[in-house]
């Protein structure tokens, strides 16, 4: 079974914006936020029996913030909701898109090591939780369907400055557990998955306080449910292209 996860951004951002973090005389804390265009997808499958995907295209507003010791430890924490975002499940039974909710939130902790020329390299672990929402049309005898997805992951980034900015990139690995329910009782689990996240960006800065980055992120999530239902699967695709503003204190 593999996983595919593009899902910490948040350690891009601390390479981007601190290319000298492990040289710095006190401590550094930096708030950040911006829209990410985003395009998700996710796939129902019991082999020869049933498939279907549900697709929704929203904007996502993101949130965040940074802590960097004079050492070059650093602590991040991050959140990301969509806005206004439908989604297209029951269109198959002609009954129109309905609305939608995704919310994912991201804790990381690491070590950032400056190296001669601006380069930063960087260690890292943390945790991650996302819940999307799929609302039914008002005949249906049950409001929601939910999927839940958490985990712990540990990677490792680069950063290096080029064109007046920082490009970064990372690299993880993520032990992650899968949940489907609905608010009818049905309620299901996946097993652990083992998977790898990757990441990249661009950073300008616009002061010493003040810098505009630019992210592209893939995620790609396939859990298998054949304990509870035989050859079940689920697969989710999340593909977004973010500018968010950081300010550092």
């Known amino acids: 079974m593999k996983t595919l996860r593009i899902e910490l951004w948040t350690s891009l951002f601390v390479f981007a914006f601190f290319p000298a973090l492990a040289q710095a005389q006190s401590s550094v804390f930096r708030v950040y936020g911006g829209l990410a265009p985003t395009s998700y997808h996710i796939t129902l499958d019991i082999p020869g029996a049933f498939n279907a995907t549900a697709k929704s295209t929203y904007a996502a507003a993101n949130l965040g913030a940074t802590w960097v010791s004079p050492r070059g430890i650093y602590v991040d924490v991050s959140g990301q909701t969509s806005l206004s975002a439908k989604h297209d499940l029951w269109e198959i039974t002609g009954d129109g898109r309905q609305k939608f909710l995704r919310d994912s939130y991201t804790l990381t902790g690491g070590y950032i090591h400056a190296l001669p020329g601006g380069v930063s390299i960087s260690g890292f672990g943390g945790y991650t939780y996302g819940k999307t929402i799929f609302y039914t049309p008002p005949s249906f005898g049950y409001s929601k369907d939910i999927f839940e997805s958490k985990g712990i992951f540990v990677g490792a980034g680069a950063g290096v400055p080029a064109l007046r900015g920082q490009f970064s990139g990372s690299l993880a690995v993520a032990g992650m557990k899968g949940h489907q329910k609905d608010d009818n009782g049905f309620d299901i689990k996946a097993d652990t998955t083992i998977g790898f996240s990757l990441g990249g960006a661009y950073t ?30 689920v697969t989710e695709k999340i593909t977004s292209l973010g500018v968010r503003l950081g300010y550092q204190f």
């Open 204 to 233: 300008y800065k616009l002061s010493q306080a003040l810098g505009v980055t630019a992210d592209l992120r893939y995620q790609q999530y396939k859990y298998d449910f054949g304990t509870e239902i035989p050859g079940y699967t």
